[in-house]
């Protein structure tokens, strides 16, 4: 099993930057992909960035030149710094781990992922 700890959510205001972090502990391995995903109330889990473990990083749309993700692997660890922040980036976020198949590009399904951390809220306020 993988545990995936988010933390360094909470509330700003728009303009402003938060700065994620998802610690990783449990069974290791030696390829994945690790991904940010995103859930406003009523709305579906969005992709947001995702990283391999080697190979090049992928955004969304809404948030390519504003959001970094960067990873450290020898802290199995995986940030998310946003910034300009929106209120519409309000939403719990999540990170997963993908420990299969190809990984040599982050995926933007959801059900590519086989580990999930419990989240962590982000407001952004007008």
């Known amino acids: 099993q993988v545990q995936l700890v988010e933390s360094g959510g909470g509330l700003v205001q728009a303009g402003g930057s938060l700065r994620l972090s998802c610690a990783a502990s449990?069974?290791?391995?030696?390829?994945?992909?690790m991904g940010w995903f995103r859930q406003a109330p009523g709305n579906q889990r969005e992709f947001v960035a995702g990283?391999?473990?080697?190979?090049?990083?992928l955004y969304a749309d809404s948030v390519r030149g504003r959001f970094t993700i960067s990873g450290d692997n020898a802290k199995d660890t995986v940030y998310l710094q946003m910034n300009s922040l929106k209120p519409e980036d309000t939403a719990v976020y999540f990170c997963?781990?993908?420990?299969?198949?190809?990984?040599?590009?982050?995926?933007?399904?959801?059900?590519?992922?086989?580990?999930w951390g419990q989240g962590t809220q982000v407001t952004v306020s007008s």
């Open positions: 997963a781990v993908r420990s299969r198949g190809y990984m040599s590009r982050p995926s933007r399904w959801a059900s590519d992922y086989d580990y």
């Open positions: 449990g069974r290791t391995f030696s390829n994945y992909v």
């Open positions: 990283i391999p473990r080697s190979g090049n990083t």
